[in-house]
């Protein structure tokens, strides 16, 4: 990979904030108490601004692989790095506020910030489509695996971008219906999907740059990078056959 231009060394800060206000509020947690799970708690800054960070520093990374335009990637970047901080920020403000910020709709304001909510990630789950469309469409370049490993990140995410969909129509249409508790206590079937398959971006393609790293043969690290991703399908289905046992 080359040096990080302006716009990705920007892109990198972004997620490192990120990363460091779902540390902050780790803190937070440990100084307020509270609950850590239910709609209302720390969890929701922490587990949100830590993800959110890592995934953004993540995508920016493996995206250099993708053979796409330099425009169009900045601009996908750009709104993405944008719906990373705006999904942070509205979850954070909500938690702040001591009331959920997903499926909210007790007052016009919660109501905006739960629709926000709700429209970023339908904005993420379309540019990450783009991004695993794009990769399957030309070979990403490269040391041995990495292509592999990119394509299948990317597939895997996409599992994690259709749990989280699931999850946020289901507890629509059970708050539209008046059962607001039920869905709050809806999505937690496929939380560990969602958790699970969420950042195998990260993961496989790290596996494939550090492997580049050694001074293995590029069939050894062809073949443990497939042994990777085997065993993180693995996980993946086993946390699907949870959700589907527990739906």
């Given at each position: 990979m080359k040096n990080p231009r302006p716009a990705e060394r920007l892109w990198h800060a972004t997620g490192v904030l990120l990363v460091l206000s779902g540390l902050a509020h780790l803190v937070v947690f440990?100084?307020?108490?509270?609950?850590?799970?239910?709609?209302?708690?720390?969890?929701?800054?922490?587990?949100?601004?830590?993800?959110?960070?890592?995934?953004?520093?993540?995508?920016?990374?493996?995206?250099?692989?993708?053979?796409?335009?330099?425009?169009?990637?900045?601009?996908?970047?750009?709104?993405?790095?944008?719906?990373?901080?705006?999904?942070?920020?509205?979850?954070?403000?909500?938690?702040?506020?001591?009331?959920?910020?997903?499926?909210?709709?007790?007052?016009?304001f919660d109501t905006a910030v739960s629709m926000t909510l709700a429209v970023g990630g339908a904005v993420l789950v379309a540019l990450l489509t783009v991004f695993a469309v794009v990769s399957f469409r030309?070979?990403?370049?490269?040391?041995?695996?990495?292509?592999?490993?990119?394509?299948?990140?990317?597939a895997i995410l996409l599992v994690a971008l259709a749990s989280g969909a699931a999850m946020i129509a289901r507890g629509v249409v059970?708050?539209?219906?008046?059962?607001?508790?039920?869905?709050?206590?809806?999505?937690a079937p496929l939380k560990p999907l969602h958790g699970v398959s969420l950042h195998a971006v990260l993961v496989l393609p790290a596996l494939a740059w550090l492997l580049s790293r050694t001074s293995w043969s590029e069939p050894t690290r062809r073949r443990i990078v497939t042994a990777a991703v085997g065993c993180y399908a693995a996980a993946v289905a086993a946390a699907g056959v949870w959700a589907v046992l527990t739906y």
């Amino acid at each position: 990979m080359k040096n990080p231009r302006p716009a990705e060394r920007l892109w990198h800060a972004t997620g490192v904030l990120l990363v460091l206000s779902g540390l902050a509020h780790l803190v937070v947690f440990a100084v307020d108490g509270g609950p850590w799970d239910g709609p209302v708690s720390w969890r929701k800054p922490v587990t949100f601004g830590l993800s959110f960070g890592v995934t953004l520093v993540a995508v920016t990374r493996v995206t250099s692989y993708l053979r796409v335009d330099p425009r169009l990637r900045t601009a996908l970047l750009t709104v993405f790095a944008a719906d990373c901080v705006v999904e942070v920020g509205g979850i954070t403000l909500q938690a702040w506020r001591r009331v959920p910020s997903h499926l909210n709709m007790e007052t016009p304001f919660d109501t905006a910030v739960s629709m926000t909510l709700a429209v970023g990630g339908a904005v993420l789950v379309a540019l990450l489509t783009v991004f695993a469309v794009v990769s399957f469409r030309h070979r990403p370049t490269g040391p041995a695996g990495m292509a592999l490993a990119v394509r299948s990140g990317f597939a895997i995410l996409l599992v994690a971008l259709a749990s989280g969909a699931a999850m946020i129509a289901r507890g629509v249409v059970l708050t539209r219906t008046g059962h607001q508790e039920a869905a709050y206590h809806s999505t937690a079937p496929l939380k560990p999907l969602h958790g699970v398959s969420l950042h195998a971006v990260l993961v496989l393609p790290a596996l494939a740059w550090l492997l580049s790293r050694t001074s293995w043969s590029e069939p050894t690290r062809r073949r443990i990078v497939t042994a990777a991703v085997g065993c993180y399908a693995a996980a993946v289905a086993a946390a699907g056959v949870w959700a589907v046992l527990t739906y």
